[in-house]
């Protein structure tokens, strides 16, 4: 291990002031420094901030505090009854033990699980800008097949991202110079030349909620994870899907893709070619068939081009009713 000074922020100004490196769980940051992957030099504890509060907005949306923890933010009876893809995404996430730790800030930042990435002799562009990517020629079966590029094609591993991404969520910031919101599809970032470089965090800001817009009802929707094992493993595909028929027609289509795409995936293809018609199992397969457009498999992972097709149509299936 390396020294680091350690500081308990008991406010959110206090933590803002601090000036270090935020902690929230703990549960993927401390293995990551464990590894020396990561040498924050100081650590600032978020624990106890007045962060965890998950409510109903004015108009019916979301609005999840970012230190509400894994477990609470799935059990939430607003979460469970308005958007089950929510709640799946989580539930289908880590461990129990690690859901009651982890929280949902600390779940959108976490890191590549590229095992490249996490072996400090490894080359890797994302934690050593410059030293090359031994993904590219090494063996890459869980990589991205989406939003690649010659410098990295690590995939981003969280599940609810993929359900906030296709949910169009935004997630609420607060730094040194003031408060924002930016668009979850602009907060995490593709690597392209600066893989280093993988949200769009200002210095210093802390990220204080997740919201989530409010949909026409009926919004139906749920996540599949398509999986090595059934359980503690990460997403080799997945999708999240939300459809808002009203008249027998598909009014609404919000569906994203996980375990492909170096940031979660919205298909908007697929989108696009759900919208105005009427459900049928043909409307599904035809849809989920452009999933994979714009996909560049690697040496092992073209497996996933077909497998993310077939993971869509399936939950297109199952959401839309005509499983
Ligand atoms: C064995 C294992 C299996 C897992 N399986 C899955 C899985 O299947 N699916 C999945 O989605 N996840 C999985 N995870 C990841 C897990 O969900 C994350 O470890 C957890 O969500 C991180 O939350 P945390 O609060 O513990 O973050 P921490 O470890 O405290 O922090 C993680 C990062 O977020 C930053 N951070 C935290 N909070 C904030 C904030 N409010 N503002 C700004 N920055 C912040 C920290 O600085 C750090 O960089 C797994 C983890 C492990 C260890
Ligand atoms: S894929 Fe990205 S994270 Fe993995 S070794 Fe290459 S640069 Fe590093």
């Not at 504890?45 to 965890?52: E, G, H, M, N, T």
């Not at 079966?141 to 591993?157: E, K, Y």
Request: charged share 20%.
């Amino acid at each position: 291990m390396f020294p680091f000074s350690f500081t308990k922020a008991t406010s959110i100004s206090e933590a803002l002031e601090a000036g270090g490196r935020y902690i929230a769980g703990g549960t993927t940051l401390v293995d990551l420094m464990r590894e020396t992957v990561e040498r924050p030099e100081t650590l600032v504890d978020i624990a106890a901030l007045p962060l965890r509060e998950i409510t109903v907005t004015k108009g019916g949306g979301l609005r999840i505090g970012a230190l509400a923890t894994m477990t609470d933010a799935a059990a939430h009876p607003a979460v469970r009854g308005s958007y089950p893809v929510i709640s799946q995404a989580l539930e289908l996430s880590a461990s129990a033990q690690l859901r009651n730790m982890a929280t949902i800030g600390g779940n959108i930042m976490q890191r590549t699980r590229c095992t490249y990435f996490r072996d400090v002799t490894a080359a890797c562009n994302k934690r050593q800008p410059g030293s090359g990517c031994a993904a590219l020629d090494g063996y890459n079966r869980s990589h991205a097949i989406l939003g690649t590029s010659d410098q990295c094609v690590a995939t981003h591993p969280s599940d609810v991202a993929v359900a906030f991404a296709a949910l169009e969520a935004s997630v609420r910031l607060l730094g040194p110079t003031g408060e924002r919101g930016v668009p979850f599809a602009d907060f995490l970032l593709q690597p392209g030349t600066t893989p280093n470089r993988e949200q769009a965090l200002r210095p210093g800001e802390l990220i204080t909620a997740v919201e989530v817009p409010a949909y026409p009802r009926p919004l139906k929707s749920g996540y599949l994870k398509v999986r090595d094992r059934q359980s503690y493993e990460f997403a080799l595909t997945s999708a999240a899907v939300a459809l808002h028929v009203r008249g027998g027609v598909i009014r609404a289509a919000k569906v994203a893709a996980g375990g492909v795409g170096t940031v979660p995936w919205r298909l908007s293809t697929v989108e696009r070619q759900l919208i105005g018609r009427r459900p049928s199992p043909t409307l599904w397969s035809d849809a989920a068939a452009r999933a994979a457009d714009g996909a560049r498999p690697l040496a092992h992972n073209g497996f996933k081009v077909d497998l993310l097709r077939r993971t869509v149509e399936r939950q297109l299936r199952v959401v839309g009713g005509t499983a």
